[in-house]
């Protein structure tokens, strides 16, 4: 079936690092994402791998692809109370092309 | 700048009513997509459009929604007749390729009484 889960909810102190967990159904996906949601707001996209790489860096940012296990990992290295917000794991299905999201873990950041 | 447009932001209704969400996709995008966030089911997909024809709604109650794309800068949502139940925010999204790459609009949160 189509499932993306995540942990609901994470709580980290400033300066920290905070890493966010999600695993995924489709083995053959070509993408998987990371969105963010700030409060009253639409989801932005963050950042995304493609299936054949294992990690990518973009500044703060650290994705870790698990793709045997169809594990995805976010890492925010030094976390700030700007990064408080929901994060969604996404990713999509080859044979529709449709993206589906995790329930989002909830990134409290405490000062 | 460019962006998805929804409206209304917020809508209050009684059960029962007919309630209408538009988009404005950006200009150029060829997907759009609606998504339906509650806490207890988060982010669901409702329906998606590519080149306006509708390619899965399997998400979407048929009962009672509808979705439609009457043009490339429109997207409508109904929901007729409305239940509490329907109570959310529901986004809509555009992209350009389909490479997972969204862009999201505001949203518009509903509250059917």
């Known amino acids: 079936g189509e499932d993306v889960e995540q942990s609901l909810f994470l709580s980290v102190r400033e300066g920290d690092s905070s890493v966010i967990n999600c695993t995924y159904t489709d083995s053959s996906s070509t993408y998987l994402y990371w969105y963010k949601q700030e409060p009253g707001a639409g989801l932005q996209l963050l950042t995304y791998i493609f299936s054949n790489m294992d990690m990518k860096q973009d500044q703060r940012l650290t994705v870790l692809l698990n793709k045997k296990d169809k594990h995805l990992s976010l890492r925010i290295a030094d976390t700030q109370t700007g990064d408080s917000a929901i994060y969604f794991c996404?990713?999509?299905?080859?044979?529709?092309?449709?993206?589906?999201f995790g329930q989002g873990t909830t990134l409290q950041v405490k000062p | 700048d460019a962006r998805v447009t929804q409206t209304p932001r917020h809508k209050v209704t009684e059960m029962g009513q007919e309630v209408t969400m538009r988009c404005q996709p950006i200009?150029?995008?060829?997907?759009v997509f609606w998504y339906r966030q509650t806490m207890m089911q988060g982010l669901e997909l409702l329906a998606y459009f590519r080149n306006r024809a509708p390619l899965d709604d399997s998400g979407m109650p048929k009962d009672r929604f509808s979705a439609e794309m009457p043009d490339a800068t429109l997207a409508t949502l109904k929901i007729q007749p409305s239940e509490p139940r329907d109570s959310a925010v529901y986004f809509c999204a555009s992209a350009l390729r389909g490479d997972g790459e969204l862009f999201f609009g505001e949203g518009s949160r509903l509250t059917v009484l």
């Open positions: 200009l150029g995008h060829n997907t």
């Open positions: 996404a990713e999509t299905f080859s044979n529709t092309g449709k993206l589906i």
